[in-house]
């Protein structure tokens, strides 16, 4: 079956922009995660979804960064006033139930100018 | 707050050569952890989960294990091949949360 997609594949925006990213995770999938990865470095956690609603957010940086999953699938990561230090590759990640493996899709790459 | 270190962080080995990665964790109270594989530009691939209740798990050349007392984990890939050539990285799901906390990786190169 398909995996967890993600669009767009990479985004290019410029300082103070707002962005929204994708991300459809495997069909039946009720949680979902999202992850920053910055180069060379590993995945850092940002938000988890329960179905609708966000189980742990305490890894969001500050308030420009916000998440939604309003139907319980397809969730959309929103940043507003983007930073230069916000660049960096979006992961998102789904797993069966809470505590199953978590699988990943391809990311979104985001450069801020 | 659990901390997750991977030494070294890069490796470069002749093709054929037995690969040995290392993984560290600080908080012992983890529900499992999980290796992945990572290929430039792309997302991450699923290698082995172990549980915290099991020592070890095996895929094919890959096997790993699992001493969850001393906060340490080591994937061994038998007979390397240039197309082991990727990131590595390690992540640790605690027993208080979902969200897994991953190490900084380790590089690998094969050389044919």
């Known amino acids: 079956g398909a995996g967890v997609s993600q669009t767009p594949s990479n985004k290019v925006t410029e300082k103070g922009k707002y962005v929204e990213l994708r991300c459809d995770p495997i069909?039946?999938?009720?949680?979902l995660y999202w992850y920053r990865q910055s180069l060379g470095q590993g995945p850092e956690f940002l938000i988890y979804?329960?179905?609708?609603?966000?189980?742990?957010d305490s890894g969001l940086p500050n308030d420009r960064f916000f998440a939604v999953r309003p139907e319980g699938s397809v969730s959309t990561l929103k940043i507003q006033r983007t930073e230069r230090g916000d660049s960096a590759v979006y992961l998102c990640?789904?797993?069966?139930?809470?505590?199953?493996?978590?699988?990943f899709g391809p990311g979104t790459r985001l450069t801020v100018t | 707050k659990q901390e997750v270190t991977q030494i070294p962080a890069a490796l470069s080995v002749p093709e054929g050569e037995n690969l040995v990665l290392n993984c560290s964790f600080t908080?012992?109270?983890?529900?499992?952890l999980q290796w992945f594989r990572q290929d430039p530009g792309k997302g991450l691939t699923s290698l082995l989960l172990?549980?915290?209740?099991?020592r070890e798990q095996t895929s094919g050349r890959l096997n790993a294990s699992l001493d969850k007392s001393s906060g340490r984990s080591t994937l061994y890939i038998a007979a390397s091949q240039p197309g082991d050539s990727a990131t590595y990285l390690c992540?640790?799901?605690?027993?208080?949360?979902?969200?897994?906390?991953f190490g900084g990786g380790t590089r690998v190169l094969v050389k044919p």
């Open positions: 069909s039946g999938h009720t949680a």
């Open positions: 992540a640790v799901k605690t027993a208080a949360g979902n969200k897994l906390t």
């Open positions: 172990i549980q915290s209740s099991q």
């Open positions: 908080d012992s109270a983890i529900y499992n």
């Open positions: 990640a789904s797993s069966s139930e809470q505590g199953a493996k978590q699988y």
């Open positions: 979804f329960q179905g609708t609603g966000a189980a742990d």
